[in-house]
């Protein structure tokens, strides 16, 4: 079992940054591929960006390419995204994720723990 938790979003302005920040407890952390998820109101949840275990490779959606960086901690079982140049279609519930799998995934149905959401709003 993986707790995960979630924090770090808020309101922020079109052209700012945020740093969301998720925190894990249970099994071995450098044991799962490490995503971040979105759901925008009315919308399916979607893939925004994923680490390997090792943290050596990453993958991103093409809609934040560029804009976003994932990256982890395995001596502190974290994972972080740096979202800059923040625009309002980027306004959703972001959620972290973990899955048991060798090779990253972007799909939901390939990570087995979801942490609560925070909440990012992007206002124009």
């Known amino acids: 079992q993986v707790q995960l938790a979630e924090s770090g979003g808020g309101l922020v302005q079109a052209g700012g940054s945020l740093r969301l920040s998720c925190a894990t407890s249970?099994?071995?952390?450098?044991?799962?591929?490490m995503g971040w998820f979105r759901q925008a109101p009315g919308k399916e949840r979607e893939f925004v960006a994923a680490?390997?275990?090792?943290?050596?490779?990453?993958h991103y959606a093409d809609s934040v390419k560029g804009r976003f960086t994932i990256s982890r901690d395995n001596a502190k079982n974290t994972i972080d995204l740096q979202m800059n140049s923040l625009n309002p279609e980027d306004t959703a519930v972001y959620y972290c994720?973990?899955?048991?799998?060798?090779?990253?995934?972007?799909?939901?149905?390939?990570?087995?723990?979801w942490g609560q959401g925070t909440q990012v709003t992007v206002s124009s």
């Open positions: 994720a973990a899955g048991l799998m060798l090779v990253v995934r972007t799909t939901v149905e390939n990570y087995d723990y």
């Open positions: 249970g099994r071995t952390f450098n044991s799962n591929v």
């Open positions: 680490i390997s275990r090792s943290g050596g490779g990453t």
